[in-house]
C-alpha cells in the first residue's frame, strides 16, 4: 500500500528541520502548529502589524484605562502574545524536554538606538536586568538578545542565571562565534547544564542583497551564494564545535531572514537549501508559498556546498568584514525604529481609542 504524499511543509519538517514561525499572531500561531511547527518568535515589527489590524483595539483600550503609558502597553502587549504563543507551543516543550517548543521575546531595540546614551557596561547591564525580567516564570520562552557590543556583553550573565537565549543580528561568522563563547562561559557557571539551551540566528537573504549591490562583479553562478554559504559555513562549525560537549538539548543555529528578496528567486531558495536540520523561522507567507508548491518534497540539503571554483570566487572577492559592518549598522536601524514605529502606531490608537469618552 502506497503512502500518502506529505505536503511541501511535512515534507520540509521530515526531512530534519524544526519549523518556527515568524510570527505571534494568534491565528497564524495556531495554523503553524497544526502544520507542524514547533516554536515562534517576535519582534516589534510583527506586534505593530498586529495592532495595526484593529483586532486587538478592546485590549489596548482596556489597558490604557490602566493607567499604562505608551511604552507600557507595548511591553504589555508583546509579552501577552508571546504568552500565548507559549501555550500554543508547551506541549512541544515538555515532550522534547526543553530541546524546543520556544518562543523568543525580543529585549528593548531602544538599547541600540543612536541616541541610546548608554556606556558600554550600562548597556550590558540593563540587557541582563531586561532578561531576567522578561524570563522569569517561563520554561518556554527565549531571550531574544542582538549580537552588538552591547547584546554579546550580557550573553555570559544571562546565561550563567538559567536564561536561554536567541542571539540575534548574525550576519558573521566571527558575531556568531563571540556570541557562542560567551554563551558557553555562562554554561560553565550553572550548576547544571539539563536545560542549558542556546540558538544562534543568521540572517540569509539579506546578505544576498547586500552582495547584489555591493559586489556586482560576482559571476552569475557566484550571485545570489554567498548567504547560503556564510550560513553553512557557520551551520558546520557550530555542529563541530558542540560536539564533544556531552549536553542533553541541541545548540542550533535559527536560519533567519528566509524568505526570498529577489523576484528573480523562486520563494523557497533558502528554505529548501536549507532543509535538513537545526531551525527555520519563516515568515507566513514564505510557508504560505511553501505549501503553494504542491507536489514539492523536500530533502537534506543543508550539507550541500557551492561548487569549489564558486566558494574561492566568493572568498575571493566579498570582504566579510566590510559586508558585517554595513548589515550591522542598517540592521540596528531595522531593530530599533520598529520599536518607535510601534510606540508611534499606540499613541495614535490611543487619541482613536480615546477620542470617544472626550468628547462625550
Not at 557596561?121 to 540587557?127: N, T
Not at 531576567?132 to 550580557?154: C, D, E, F, S, Y
Not at 529548501?272 to 540539503?301: E, H, M
Request: include cysteine; aromatic fraction near 8%.
Amino acid at each position: 500500500m502506497t503512502q500518502p504524499q506529505l505536503s511541501p511543509l511535512q515534507s520540509l519538517i521530515a526531512s530534519g528541520t524544526k519549523l518556527w514561525v515568524d510570527s505571534v499572531d494568534p491565528v497564524e500561531v495556531q495554523l503553524g502548529f497544526s502544520q507542524g511547527a514547533t516554536g515562534a518568535t517576535s519582534n516589534p515589527i510583527i506586534i505593530a502589524d498586529l495592532v495595526k489590524t484593529g483586532r486587538f483595539d478592546g485590549r489596548l483600550a482596556a489597558l490604557m484605562a490602566e493607567g499604562m503609558d505608551d511604552e507600557t502597553v507595548a511591553w504589555q502587549l508583546t509579552d501577552e502574545f508571546v504568552q500565548h504563543a507559549q501555550k500554543v507551543f508547551a506541549p512541544v516543550w515538555e515532550a522534547t524536554r526543553g530541546n524546543d517548543g520556544y518562543v523568543s521575546f525580543e529585549l528593548d531595540p531602544m538599547l541600540e538606538d543612536a541616541a541610546c546614551a548608554l556606556s558600554l557596561p550600562a548597556k550590558a547591564a540593563r540587557y541582563v536586568a531586561l532578561g531576567v525580567q522578561w524570563a522569569q516564570g517561563h520554561h518556554n520562552r527565549m531571550i531574544k538578545i542582538p549580537a552588538t557590543p552591547g547584546g554579546l556583553a550580557a550573553l555570559e550573565e544571562l546565561t550563567a542565571a538559567g536564561i536561554s537565549l536567541n542571539v540575534t543580528l548574525i550576519f558573521s561568522i566571527d558575531q556568531y562565534r563571540a556570541a557562542r563563547e560567551a554563551i558557553w562561559r555562562g554554561a560553565l557557571r550553572r550548576q547544571t547544564k539539563e536545560l542549558f539551551k542556546s540558538v544562534y540566528s543568521i540572517f540569509v537573504s539579506r546578505i544576498d542583497v547586500y552582495t547584489k549591490q555591493h559586489v556586482p562583479q560576482l559571476s552569475a553562478a557566484a550571485s545570489g551564494q554567498v548567504g547560503l554559504l556564510n550560513v553553512k559555513r557557520i551551520w558546520q562549525e557550530n555542529r563541530a564545535w558542540w560536539s564533544d560537549k556531552e549536553l542533553p538539548l541541541e545548540q542550533e543555529l535559527v536560519f533567519a531572514s528566509t524568505g526570498s528578496k529577489d523576484p528573480a528567486d523562486a520563494a523557497d531558495k533558502y528554505v529548501a537549501a536549507l532543509a535538513g536540520s537545526d531551525i527555520q523561522t519563516n515568515p507566513p507567507a514564505t510557508n504560505a508559498a511553501v505549501q503553494a508548491n504542491t507536489g514539492t518534497q523536500y530533502r537534506p540539503r543543508v550539507a550541500d556546498m557551492p561548487t569549489p571554483d564558486v566558494i574561492a570566487e566568493i572568498d575571493r572577492v566579498v570582504d566579510f568584514s566590510l559586508l558585517e559592518r554595513t548589515l550591522l549598522a542598517e540592521g540596528l536601524q531595522k531593530f530599533a525604529n520598529p520599536q518607535k514605529a510601534l510606540l508611534a502606531l499606540i499613541k495614535d490608537k490611543r487619541r482613536l481609542l480615546q477620542s470617544p469618552r472626550q468628547s462625550g
